[in-house]
């Protein structure tokens, strides 16, 4: 028998900062701007209940609102209504250059405390496609996004599939969804499905480097090495750090036998990531290519544009001044280490 009571506990998942912002797609800068904003309080993990409201604040900023306009929004809705948190307590739609929520059965713009029957002058709010107003429509497929992340995090992969897909029924341009079915078929090497799915991501949000990415993975499982090169760049165009991009546009380029090209990128890559065993196979490729193609790094520093050499067996030292550059080895000019 026990000499005292029995605690009873409860796990509640938490997820990290890195895998909300994996698994919602969401840009580290925009989940500052809206920790700025007030509109989440900054943490290192979240519950399920906070990645629902990153996940509407990820809709909203697609919806073209900034953390400024949302947060007044949200803030005027908190003094109309009482609520605590109007984002998760009410529906929430677009209305102009603000926000407007269901309030009461209809819906209401807090900051001017009118209620709105259309946006911009130009589209009825409650224009029903399929049964669902616009907003509506927004809210099933946040709560659907997270039902399927959640059963791919417990392996239900068919039941995750069919969740993505009535998402993509609902809305064909929601690019986290395309990304993450396209990842499955990817998986199962069913590479032909994964493709399409990737590039419709592509085309739904031309801005998102990580539809890009995955899209030079599949087409270089296919061996379109031309194809998959042309998708790290844009990936990297898009996010110049992305350092899992340069990492593969470097073995892209050494497939093909482009060892300068590659060069560039490893060189990347080691600058980006400097600590683990994909930092130490991408030092090793640089070794490699200098002393096979004999060539020296170069940085030139900035302000003054001198060159500063660095020996060909040391890695980059991860804070360079300016962009790399590479020269045929020779002495190093006098004054040079």
Same mark, same amino acid.
């Given at each position: ?23 919602l ?5 925009h ?68 926000l ?16 709105v ?11 029903v ?23 791919e995090?417990?392996?239900k ?23 993450n079915?396209?990842t ?28 890009f ?16 090169i ?14 899992d ?16 090209r ?6 990347a ?8 065993p994909?930092s ?22 900035? #302000? %003054?544009? !001198?060159? /500063?050499? *660095? @020996? &060909?067996?040391? =890695? +980059?030292? $991860?804070? #360079? %001044?300016g !962009?790399? /550059?590479? *020269? @045929? &080895?020779?002495? =190093? +000019?006098? $004054?040079?280490?």
């Amino acid at each position: 028998m026990s000499d005292g009571p029995i605690a009873s506990t409860l796990t509640v998942t938490r997820y990290s900062r890195h895998d909300a912002l994996r698994i919602l797609r969401i840009p580290a800068r925009h989940l500052r701007s809206w920790e700025r904003a007030g509109l989440i309080a900054f943490s290192e993990s979240y519950s399920f209940q906070e990645l629902g409201q990153l996940c509407k604040l990820r809709d909203l900023r697609a919806m073209r609102l900034s953390a400024a306009r949302i947060r007044a929004s949200v803030s005027a809705m908190q003094a109309v209504s009482g609520m605590a948190n109007p984002l998760m307590e009410a529906g929430a739609a677009r209305s102009g250059s603000r926000l407007a929520f269901r309030h009461s059965g209809a819906w209401m713009e807090p900051v001017t405390r009118q209620f709105v029957f259309d946006f911009d002058g130009r589209q009825r709010m409650f224009e029903v496609e399929g049964g669902l107003t616009q907003a509506e429509r927004a809210q099933r497929v946040s709560a659907l996004f997270l039902d399927a992340v959640r059963c791919e995090e417990a392996m239900k992969l068919d039941e995750a599939i069919a969740l993505y897909e009535e998402i993509l029924a609902l809305d064909a341009n929601h690019a986290p969804s395309a990304i993450n079915l396209g990842t499955i078929f990817y998986n199962r090497r069913e590479f032909q499905h994964s493709e399409e799915l990737y590039r419709q991501a592509t085309v739904s949000d031309p801005g998102y480097a990580l539809a890009f990415f995955d899209l030079g993975n599949v087409l270089d499982e296919l061996q379109r090495v031309e194809e998959s090169i042309d998708a790290y760049k844009r990936a990297i165009a898009l996010m110049p750090k992305y350092a899992d991009a340069h990492y593969n546009l470097a073995l892209a380029y050494e497939r093909r036998s482009e060892r300068r090209r590659a060069l560039r990128h490893w060189v990347a890559y080691v600058k980006l990531d400097p600590v683990g065993p994909w930092s130490n196979h991408a030092r090793s490729r640089v070794k490699m290519i200098l002393e096979r193609e004999k060539l020296t790094i170069v940085w030139r520093h900035e #302000g %003054t544009g !001198r060159p /500063g050499l *660095l @020996p &060909s067996s040391s =890695a +980059p030292a $991860g804070r #360079g %001044t300016g !962009r790399p /550059g590479f *020269l @045929p &080895s020779a002495p =190093a +000019p006098s $004054g040079h280490v």
